[in-house]
């Protein structure tokens, strides 16, 4: 692979700019090096979560959704590319639909929270919702392809019902949402 990264003190982002992947730089703020910076965050955030006690599959799925988030990363750090397959996008509802199958139906809405995991798990979906809103602002502006929108949604949904899971496999029970009593 040769040394890709053999120098990490660069200065040349000292003006407030950053590089893609093409040469071009961009500000720091700019739209696409937001999203670029909330996907780094939930992958980061992912590094935490497997950093607890969790099931090996969970554990396996969310190695190689960090794996996919690099690859996603990727693709918005190259302007007008869409090597982003859909694929991945699948892979998630496969596994959300195999770790939801022996949760409890919700009746009710949950707080996030239960044990450290699912509450590291609820903090990922929050943080992958904003990457997603961050992604369809820079849509807005430029095309993103539509499998890395689709992925962010996935997974949004995935780390909820992993929160559950890891919930459950820790002992800990989903915090059901009660509505306001007036009279408390």
């Known amino acids: 692979m040769g040394h890709r990264l053999s120098k990490i003190i660069t200065r040349s982002g000292d003006d407030g700019s950053t590089g893609l992947a093409d040469g071009s730089r961009l500000a720091k703020d700019a739209p696409r090096i937001q999203a670029l910076g909330e996907v780094d965050e939930l992958n980061s955030l992912l590094g935490v979560v497997l950093a607890e ?3 090996p599959a969970m554990r396996a799925w969310l190695t190689a959704i960090q794996h996919d988030l690099f690859e996603l990363g990727s693709e918005l750090c190259l302007p007008g590319s869409d090597h982003f397959a859909a694929a991945p996008a699948a892979r998630l509802e496969a596994w959300a639909r195999t770790a939801n199958a022996d949760l409890p139906p919700l009746k009710e809405f949950i707080l996030p929270g239960g044990g450290r995991a699912a509450s590291l798990l609820h903090l990922a979906r929050t943080v992958c919702r904003r990457a997603e809103r961050s992604v369809v602002a820079l849509h807005h502006a430029e095309p993103v392809s539509e ?3 689709r992925y ?6 995935l780390l909820f019902i992993l929160a559950r899971v890891a919930n459950r496999a820790s002992g800990h029970s989903d915090i059901l949402w009660q509505r306001a009593r007036t009279d408390a």
Request: glycine share 0%.
């Open 152 to 157: 962010l949604n996935r997974l949004s949904d």
């Open 53 to 55: 006690d969790l099931p």
């Open 147 to 149: 499998a890395v929108r």
